[in-house]
């Protein structure tokens, strides 16, 4: 039985009268002696007393009395103690299913793993790619590290992941899962993280700082992280073999498909549905895919390349036309020369890479803009390192038999351009351009030459001192003329007369033979694709028509790997057509800088249009007894 | 890194949780393969817990969500399963009582454990009380190379870890 105890009786105390009149008015702190005094003089204070808990009972007769004389029964109900407290309700966490996003990465691409380290390595020893020049960074200095950044164009929380959680482009390519021959520049490696994360792209880094190796590497990426399966590789056909030399150095491990053979053979190539590379060139590409087309078969690539993009600057041919009409996922084009001529060359470019709709036409302020998005351009004045390059126009005086040559040709063309009026065209005044630069290159009579001289007394100083030199010339009569006259330098020779199986032995001769002083070369054969940083001078005996074609000559000699500062002599003769032209072009290179907003982007000029080869002469047709200007024809580059 | 060829695979899953302000904590699980190019990357909703939690849990509160909540859903759900889970947070290392894989927390050589095992630049202790879990990096450590930070990892999961909030914050907006 349980006993409770009150402990708070006051109010149950049976003494405590409940008829007690309240005071009239609730008492104050100060005055709680008063009303105890008060009560007390009220109410006596009460007898106590201790009473028996016997009590008698007394019985009234009332004849059922008998009945009441029963001692009334007692019960006692015995309960158990509550031997443990419980608590009704117990508080556990909340803890729902936590939701969670999850994102795979496709597997990529296993082509046949890289041969093993030469032998005599330590077998299982990974090699340690040194860094290409020392910058007297300390060596103890934390590497840079270049991480993938998602494209602007990347809007789903898929998309940018996939970018942000690839390791740094250093860690990937260290020798690690893909080995490298050469560790790649800082501005290398910025180039392949730009590449690798752009549907559409422009690489337009100027000659000679490895826009191939970049897009090889960045390729070689991609299909390792199984971004790309087949891709397309179009390029001028005489770089096809250095193209499979890049793949094989840089990338041995990804197979090569060159398009080539007869039709039946390049269609089974065309049908393959192999991954890798599949490279061909522009004619090719332009003839296959017509066929193809006709009978229906549409060959798909992830990713199409094309190399001296400069290619299809005119949107309505049909290599601009083919090339767009590919169906692929990505686009990319190299060019070290996104504008030679005109800034709708930009807009050929951009439409191939799917920034701008069809025939789209931007103006300058959104062709800015848009290089700003899809163009990668750097120059190597600000990327690397380099030896200088010093350019020094040799201003030339003709005299003589040279000088004489010259003013008759000069003023008998003229004459003959006004005579023709109205009939004039561009070809006539571009024929005497070609005579007259001629004539300033030697006098075809006499065999005089200003130009001749002065390379003669350089050259003297240069063999002296054990170098070697470059000269550039549009013609090949030209370089022959130059080479009968220069025998005391051992001059090779290398134009498109030299037939092809000759060529790399004269290279190497160049090289290697320390009293081959001089090699002249064509502005077509000798500007593209080769590497001769071991020359420190280059002479333009005669100017090109476009500065691009000039500074893709002049790098064959100041490109990676030139230890020395590359001296240019660009022979002009002054009060000639040379000078005009030298004029007219460094005007435009200046104006045509803004399009694509580097500073010391040399290559952004662009080539005489026909009104400006009609401006090198003031051309006077005859209108009665007056004359007017005979006005250019419409714009068409040269 | 590794010799080219081998055919011994090396999963490492990367673990990381960070609180954002007024969000909560969120966590995130990198699964590489040895050369560190990730094979799967998993991230929780944002777990943000109330005051009445705050008050009872008291200073478990972070280790109870980076473990039983974060991590321990992370690891259940993983599709690709790695065979070693690093962490850079010494609090994660209680992870290892509630799942059954190896955790390991990644230190810098200088004042690392001395019970601690080398791993890349870096050295890795376990709980103490699954000493066996080491042997998995004698086992497979020797496919990482020397030469690999395996903090650099961390980095990319934190900073998919801001992209994915950040994503989830211009949702709600």
């Given at each position: 039985?349980?006993?409770?105890?009150?402990?708070?009786?006051?109010?149950?105390?049976?003494?405590?009268?409940?008829?007690t009149p309240?005071?009239?008015s609730?008492?104050t702190?100060a005055?709680?002696?008063d009303l105890r005094a008060?009560?007390?003089n009220a109410?006596?204070?009460?007898d106590?007393?201790?009473?028996g808990?016997d009590?008698?009972v007394?019985?009234?007769?009332s004849?059922i009395?008998g009945?009441?004389?029963?001692?009334?029964?007692?019960?006692?109900?015995t309960?158990?103690?509550?031997?443990?407290?419980a608590?009704?309700?117990?508080?556990k966490?909340?803890?729902s299913?936590?939701?969670?996003?999850?994102?795979?990465?496709?597997?990529?691409i296993d082509?046949?793993?890289p041969?093993?380290?030469v032998?005599?390595a330590?077998?299982g020893?990974?090699r340690?790619l040194?860094?290409p020049a020392?910058?007297?960074?300390g060596?103890?200095?934390?590497?840079?590290?270049?991480r993938?950044?998602?494209?602007?164009?990347?809007l789903?929380?898929?998309?940018?992941?996939f970018?942000?959680?690839?390791?740094?482009?250093e860690?990937?390519?260290a020798?690690?899962?893909?080995?490298?021959?050469?560790?790649?520049?800082?501005?290398?490696?910025?180039?392949?993280?730009?590449l690798?994360?752009?549907?559409?792209?422009?690489?337009?880094?100027?000659?000679?700082?490895?826009k191939t190796?970049?897009t090889?590497?960045?390729?070689?990426?991609?299909?390792?992280?199984?971004?790309?399966?087949?891709v397309?590789?179009?390029?001028?056909k005489?770089?096809?073999?250095?193209?499979q030399r890049?793949f094989?150095t840089?990338?041995?491990?990804?197979?090569?498909t060159?398009?080539?053979g007869?039709t039946?053979r390049?269609?089974?190539?065309?049908e393959?549905s192999?991954?890798g590379i599949y490279?061909a060139?522009?004619?090719?590409?332009?003839?296959?895919?017509e066929?193809?087309?006709q009978?229906?078969i549409?060959?798909?690539?992830?990713?199409?390349?094309?190399?001296?993009a400069?290619?299809?600057?005119?949107?309505?041919?049909r290599?601009a036309?083919?090339?767009r009409?590919v169906?692929?996922k990505?686009s990319?084009?190299l060019t070290g020369?996104?504008i030679?001529n005109r800034?709708?060359?930009?807009?050929s470019l951009?439409e191939?890479?799917e920034?701008?709709?069809p025939r789209?036409?931007p103006d300058a302020?959104?062709l800015?803009?848009?290089s700003?998005?899809?163009?990668?351009?750097r120059?190597?004045?600000l990327?690397?390192d380099?030896?200088?390059?010093?350019d020094?126009?040799a201003?030339l005086e003709?005299?003589g038999?040279?000088?004489?040559a010259?003013?008759v040709?000069e003023?008998e063309?003229?004459?003959?351009?006004?005579?023709?009026?109205?009939s004039i065209?561009?070809q006539h005044v571009?024929e005497?351009?070609?005579?007259?630069?001629?004539?300033?290159n030697f006098?075809p009579?006499t065999?005089?030459?200003a130009k001749?001289?002065r390379l003669?007394a350089?050259?003297e100083?240069i063999?002296a001192?054990?170098?070697?030199?470059i000269?550039?010339?549009q013609?090949t009569?030209t370089l022959?003329?130059?080479?009968?006259r220069t025998q005391?330098f051992n001059?090779?020779i290398?134009?498109?007369g030299?037939?092809?199986?000759?060529?790399e032995?004269?290279?190497?001769k160049?090289k290697?033979?320390?009293?081959?002083h001089?090699i002249?070369?064509?502005?077509?054969t000798g500007?593209v694709g080769?590497n001769?940083q071991?020359a420190g001078?280059?002479?333009?005996?005669?100017?090109?028509?476009?500065p691009?074609?000039?500074?893709?000559?002049?790098?064959?000699?100041?490109?990676?790997?030139?230890k020395?500062?590359v001296?240019?002599?660009?022979?002009?003769?002054?009060?000639?057509?040379e000078?005009k032209?030298?004029?007219t072009l460094?005007?435009?290179?200046?104006l045509?800088?803004?399009i694509?907003g580097?500073?010391?982007?040399?290559?952004?000029s662009m080539?005489l249009n026909?009104?400006e080869?009609?401006?090198?002469?003031d051309?006077?047709?005859?209108?009665?007894?007056?004359?007017?200007?005979i006005g250019?024809?419409?714009?068409?580059a040269? | 890194?590794a010799?080219?060829g081998?055919?011994?695979?090396l999963h490492?899953?990367?673990?990381?949780?960070i609180?954002?302000?007024?969000?909560?904590y969120?966590g995130?699980?990198l699964?590489?393969n040895?050369?560190g190019?990730p094979l799967?990357f998993?991230c929780t909703a944002p777990v943000?817990?109330?005051?009445?939690?705050?008050?009872?849990?008291?200073?478990t509160l972070?280790?109870?969500?980076?473990?039983?909540?974060i991590g321990k859903?992370?690891?259940?759900?993983a599709?690709?399963?790695?065979?070693?889970?690093?962490?850079?947070d010494e609090?994660i290392?209680?992870?290892r009582?509630?799942?059954?894989l190896p955790i390991?927390?990644?230190?810098?050589?200088?004042g690392?454990?001395p019970?601690s095992?080398?791993?890349?630049q870096?050295?890795?202790s376990?709980?103490e009380?699954?000493?066996l879990?080491?042997?998995v990096?004698y086992?497979?450590?020797?496919?990482?190379s020397?030469?690999t930070?395996l903090y650099?990892?961390?980095?990319?999961v934190k900073?998919a870890?801001?992209?994915?909030m950040q994503?989830?914050?211009?949702r709600a907006?």
């Open positions: 039985m349980t006993e409770h105890a009150s402990t708070s009786s006051d109010f149950a105390s049976p003494n405590f009268p409940a008829s309240a005071p009239a609730a008492p702190p005055s709680c002696p008060q009560l007390e109410f006596s204070i009460p106590t007393g201790s009473e808990l009590l008698p007394e019985i009234f007769l004849g009395n009945a009441l004389v029963r001692q009334p029964r007692l019960e006692i109900v309960a158990d103690l509550v031997t443990t407290a608590i009704e309700s117990r508080w966490p909340h803890n299913k936590l939701p969670t996003f999850k994102l795979t990465f496709p597997e990529g082509f046949i793993p041969k093993p380290p032998e005599g330590e077998k020893k990974l340690s040194k860094p020392a910058n007297g960074e060596a103890e200095q934390k590497k840079k590290q270049t993938l950044q998602p494209p602007s164009d990347a789903s929380i898929q998309d940018r992941l970018y942000l959680l690839q390791p740094p482009i860690n990937w390519l020798g690690q899962e893909l080995v490298m021959p050469f560790e790649p520049f800082d501005y290398q490696y910025e180039g392949i993280a730009w690798f994360s752009r549907k559409s792209a422009l690489l337009a880094d100027e000659m000679g700082l490895g190796m970049q090889i590497t960045a390729m070689r990426l991609l299909l390792r992280s199984g971004q790309i399966s087949k397309l590789l179009i390029c001028p005489p770089l096809i073999p250095n193209w890049e094989s840089w990338a041995e491990e990804l197979p090569v060159t398009v080539t007869d039946a390049r269609r089974m190539i065309w393959m192999k991954p490279l060139n522009y004619e090719l590409l332009v003839r296959d895919f066929e193809l087309e009978d229906g549409s060959p798909k690539f992830d990713l199409l390349v094309l190399d001296e400069q290619r299809i600057k005119n949107r309505d041919s290599t036309s083919t090339a009409n169906n692929r990505r990319w084009a020369t996104p030679e800034a709708e060359e930009l807009a951009f191939f890479i920034v701008i709709p789209g036409t302020r959104q800015s803009r848009l700003d998005e899809y163009i990668l351009r120059c190597k004045d990327v690397i380099m030896p200088p390059r010093l020094r126009p201003y003709l005299e038999a040279q000088e004489h010259y003013k040709a003023k063309g003229i004459i003959q351009l006004n005579d023709l009026g109205e065209t561009v571009f005497l351009v070609l005579r007259l630069k001629q004539i300033a006098d009579v065999n005089e030459s001749l001289d003669r350089d050259m100083e063999a001192s054990g170098g070697k030199a000269l550039f010339s013609w009569k022959d003329w130059i080479a009968e005391d001059p090779l290398y134009h498109g030299v037939p092809h199986k000759q060529r032995p004269i290279l190497a160049f290697e033979d320390p009293n081959a001089l002249l070369m064509s502005y077509g500007a080769l001769l071991f001078y280059v002479f333009l005996y005669d100017r090109w028509w476009n691009a074609i000039e500074d893709q000559a002049i790098n064959r000699a100041h490109r990676i790997g030139q020395n500062p001296v240019v002599t660009k022979f002009i003769c002054k009060d000639t057509i000078e032209i030298d004029r460094q005007e435009k290179r200046d045509f800088i803004s694509l580097a500073e010391g982007n040399t290559e952004s080539g026909a009104g080869i009609f401006g090198l002469f051309l006077k047709a005859r209108d009665g007894d007056s004359t007017r200007d250019p024809e419409p714009a068409a040269v | 890194m010799a080219g081998t055919k011994k695979q490492l899953g990367f673990l990381a949780a609180e954002v302000k007024d969000r909560g969120v995130g699980l699964v590489t040895h050369f190019r799967e998993q943000r817990p109330n005051h009445t939690q705050e008050v009872l849990f008291g200073p972070v280790p109870y969500v980076y473990n039983e909540l859903t992370l690891i259940e759900k599709g690709v399963k790695p065979n070693l889970v690093l962490t850079e609090r290392l209680g992870l009582e509630h799942v059954d390991g927390f990644l230190q810098e050589d200088a690392a454990c019970d095992v080398r791993f890349g870096q050295k890795v376990f709980h009380r699954h000493p879990d080491r042997d990096l086992e497979l450590g020797s496919l990482v020397e030469e930070d650099e990892p961390f980095e990319r900073q870890l801001q992209e994915a994503q989830n914050k211009q907006a």
